[in-house]
Structures are given as structure tokens and as C-alpha cells.
């Protein structure tokens, strides 16, 4: 077979295996095998990934020392709205929980001392009002007691009424009873006359401090030898007027209010 000649417009070129290059048209000239470039953007591959990897390690480790890490920066930043958020409205809560609970202590304690005003008052009406009805009884009771032995008698007490009877008199009524007694018992111890007074209904009409006026109404029946112990009955009313003396409930004064004469006629 014919060797081509080559032609002396290519320019191609043939390697030998001893790297030396020959140019087609005749010439050769030894080419240095060179590698081929990488592109920048070529990821790097063997001892320069391990150093990339190593400094990108080392770089890593030295934010970390510095505590900054721009992921757990920006999570962090983004947790703290929510926990800012949170904690507010929990403040807000418990501020609104608190003036609830101030407010509700605020009512109860005057809720508390109404009540007890309430109580205070009512209580002093209360005793008031016992102690005043502990008066009209004591002022009722003294009252009977004394009409009772004022209008009582036999011919043998007679003569000791006026010791009796001072116990329940005070000031003139006192000395204007020992003198009406002094000039009716001689009369009524000769005509055996005994008189006994029943009390059938007592009040007290008015009461003023130390000062009491008391009705008292009685029935009084005499009877005496001289008319054949036909009883003689009357129905008395009295009004006595009292003061109170160290404590005691004296009478100052009586008058007759109502005089019924039921006796019969013979």
C-alpha cells in the first residue's frame, strides 16, 4: 500500500509515546504533556476535598467557640417573638387576675362590714329593746305589788300597813298614805272590816328614763259584821306615777282613773 503524503494545509498533530508531538507537514517539536484545567466551579476532589473539608470543619468549630451559628441564630430569633408574645399575655393575665382578686376583697370586706353595721345595729335595737322591756316589767311588777298591799288588810294587820306599804312610796305620797291610813284604821279595826284587793290588769302608760306612769286596775271587795258580811265590791282603776330610786321603781304619786260601785243593795 502507498504512504499518503500528508497534506500541507493540516496542522493536526500525532503524539509519540515519547510524548514527542509532530506536526503534520513535516515538523515535530516535544510538547509537555499538560493536565487539563478544572473549572472553578468543579467540586473539589481527594487531599483538596479533605483540606476543604477540613477548614470548612475548623471554620465551623471556630463560630461555635464564639457561640454564633447563623441557623440557631435566626431560629432563635424567630422563637423569641412568640415566647416575648407569650410572656406579655401571661403578664396581662396575671395582672387582670390580680386586680380581680383585689376588687373581690374589696367587695367582701364590704360586703363584711355592712354586715356587721347591719349586725351592730340590729343587736343594739335588740337589746334595747329587752332592756326596755325588762323596765315595763319591773315597772308592772311594782305596780301590782303595790296597789296590792296598799288596799289589803284585816283588822289584825291594819295597824302594821303603813310599815308595809312604805317599801313601795316614795316622797310626799309616802307621808300623804301614813296620814289617810292613820285616820281610817281605828274606824275600820272597830267595824272588823277586811279588805282585799284583786289586780286584774296592769300597764305601763309611759316611760321615760328614770320616769313611769302605770295603770293597774283592780277588784276590791270588803265585807264587815255590821252588814251581815255582804260583800261590798268595787272596780278600781289607778294610775300611779313612779321614779326610779338606786335602782328601785318607787311610787310618787296615784289617782283614780275608773270607779265602779257593783255592791248590792239591800
Known amino acids: 500500500m502507498e504512504d499518503q503524503q500528508p497534506d500541507p494545509d493540516d496542522v493536526t498533530t500525532e503524539h509519540d509515546q515519547d510524548g514527542t508531538q509532530r ?55 424567630a422563637d423569641d417573638v412568640p415566647s416575648a408574645d407569650t410572656s406579655d399575655e401571661q ?38 329593746d329587752r332592756a326596755e322591756a325588762s323596765t315595763r316589767t319591773e ?3 311594782t305596780a301590782v305589788a303595790a296597789v296590792t298591799t296598799l288596799w289589803t288588810y284585816t283588822p289584825e294587820t291594819i295597824d302594821t300597813l303603813a310599815d308595809r306599804a312604805r317599801q313601795y312610796l316614795s316622797g310626799d305620797f309616802g307621808a300623804q298614805y301614813r296620814k289617810f291610813l292613820a285616820a281610817a284604821a281605828a274606824p275600820n279595826k272597830q267595824a272588823q272590816v277586811t279588805d282585799s284587793t284583786e289586780v286584774v290588769g296592769a300597764g305601763v302608760e ?15 271587795t270588803a265585807t264587815s259584821p255590821l252588814t ?9 282603776g289607778y ?28
Open 23 to 77: 506536526v503534520a507537514g513535516g515538523g515535530a517539536r516535544r510538547v509537555r504533556n499538560r493536565r487539563p484545567q478544572r473549572s472553578p466551579s468543579a467540586t473539589p476532589r481527594g487531599k483538596r476535598q479533605r483540606r476543604a473539608s477540613g477548614s470548612g470543619t475548623t471554620a465551623l468549630l471556630e463560630h461555635e467557640g464564639d457561640d454564633y451559628s447563623p441557623a440557631t441564630t435566626t431560629e432563635t430569633g
Open 91 to 128: 403578664g396581662t393575665a396575671r395582672s387582670r387576675f390580680n386586680r380581680w382578686q383585689i376588687a373581690l376583697v374589696a367587695v367582701a370586706t364590704a360586703v363584711f362590714v355592712g354586715s356587721l353595721t347591719f349586725a351592730g345595729a340590729g343587736l343594739h335595737a335588740y337589746l334595747a
Open 139 to 141: 315597772v308592772v311588777r
Open 206 to 220: 309611759s316611760l321615760n328614763g328614770s320616769d313611769a306612769v302605770a295603770i293597774v286596775f283592780t277588784n276590791t
Open 228 to 236: 251581815k258580811n255582804v260583800p261590798s265590791l268595787k272596780y278600781v
Open 239 to 266: 294610775r300611779l306615777t313612779m321614779t326610779q330610786e338606786s335602782s328601785r321603781w318607787l311610787v310618787t304619786g296615784m289617782s283614780t282613773v275608773s270607779f265602779t260601785d257593783l255592791t248590792p243593795q239591800l
